[in-house]
């Protein structure tokens, strides 16, 4: 019997411009953990904790604290990583549901 998966943090580039790599860290919960501005997609590696010492699992243990796997995401383009969709779709979701509560973003 293999180990439950343990539940993932997908890590993506939410704008690409010279020099200015806005990186968000998200969990397949749909909640933002994390967000960095990085000068290149290289640097995300370590500062969005897709390494073990990297920066952020701080964060992403604070939400998971059984344990996560950092995912990255080399296109975030919608239909290619159904898991990463999923993930976007449940923070869509969380959005809605904090509006009709009133809680300001
Ligand atoms: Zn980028």
């Known amino acids: 019997m293999s180990a439950p998966a343990k539940p993932k943090i997908f890590v993506f580039c ?18 933002v953990l994390a967000g960095h501005v990085c000068s290149d997609h290289g640097y995300a590696n370590h500062d969005m904790g897709l390494t073990p ?26 239909g290619v990583n159904a ?3 999923a993930a ?3 923070h869509a979701a969380r959005l809605q549901s904090d509006a009709k509560a009133g809680v300001k973003p």
């Not at 411009?17 to 749909?30: F, L, N």
């Not at 701080?58 to 796997?69: C, M, Q, T, V």
Request: one cysteine or more; hydrophobic letters at 35%.
């Open 14 to 31: 939410n704008s690409c411009s010279p020099g200015w790599h806005s990186m968000v860290a998200i969990a397949e919960d749909g909640e």
């Open 53 to 78: 010492d990297g920066w952020k699992r701080d964060k992403y243990a604070a939400h998971y604290p059984d344990g996560f796997e950092v995912v990255g995401v080399q296109d975030p383009t919608l």
């Open 83 to 85: 898991d990463f969709d």
């Open 88 to 90: 976007l779709d449940a």
